[in-house]
T-cell receptor, first 114, second 118 residues
């Protein structure tokens, strides 16, 4: 069965420190992995995706994510957090066989404190 | 290029009434997805449509829920005889056609409709 897990409901980090938001997945076929961010009362915004190629993917707003096939993980990272990064982050995977289907994690709330 | 539009942003219904949620995809997008987000949960896939076709409705409840994407006009998610458990945020997303090699697999989300059933 396809699934995405975000093991942390909340991540707290001080401004200027590096941040990591964790995601693991289980999917049939090749994984297509995505990160989205959601600000309060807004829709999800695309951050980055991994389809193939380099395991380190760079995206919007200085975020990057590392694909690790052996650990079936796709953790979101940023070297230096900003207060404005505080939001809800969702990891998603597209089914490798059924391209219609996306599976989203439950979300991780990132709090960046000044 | 306007983003994905959803209306209304907030909808209040009493039990037993009908709810109609509208979604206008981004210009040039021909694929529409509907998701439901319950409090403290992630998004759950409901249905995937192209113009005049339902491609995948495996996430839709079997009763009371229906969706359409007509040739002209927005996509509509319809919930008949709403119950309190239908209270949620409903998000629509659109994606470009397959010929867009860079972004065909990326979804662009609307701001959502927050449905409250009294």
């Amino acid at each position: 069965a396809q699934s995405v897990a975000q093991p942390e409901d909340q991540v707290n980090v001080a401004e200027g420190n590096p941040l990591t938001v964790k995601c693991t997945y289980s999917v049939s076929g090749n994984p297509y992995l995505f990160w989205y961010v959601q600000y309060p009362n807004r829709g999800l915004q695309f951050l980055l995706k991994y389809i193939t190629g380099d395991n380190l993917v760079k995206g919007s707003y200085g975020f990057e994510a590392e694909f690790n096939k052996s650990q079936t993980s796709f953790h979101l990272k940023k070297p230096s957090a900003l207060v404005s990064d505080s939001a809800l982050y969702f990891c998603a995977v597209r089914d490798g066989y059924n391209f219609n289907k996306f599976y989203f994690g439950s979300g991780t709330k990132l709090n960046v404190k000044p | 290029n306007a983003g994905v539009m959803q209306n209304p942003r907030h909808l209040v219904r009493r039990r037993g009434q009908e709810a109609r949620l509208r979604c206008s995809p981004m210009k040039g997008h021909s694929h529409v997805y509907w998701y439901r987000q319950l409090p403290e949960e992630g998004l759950k896939f409901m249905v995937y449509l192209q113009k005049e076709n339902i491609i995948d409705e495996s996430g839709m409840p079997k009763e009371r829920f229906s969706a359409e994407f007509p040739k002209e006009g927005p996509s509509i998610l319809r919930i008949q005889q709403v119950v309190r458990g239908d209270s949620a945020a409903y998000f629509c997303a659109s994606s470009p056609p397959l010929r867009d090699r860079e972004m065909w697999d990326t979804q662009y989300f609307g701001p959502g409709t927050r449905l409250t059933v009294l």
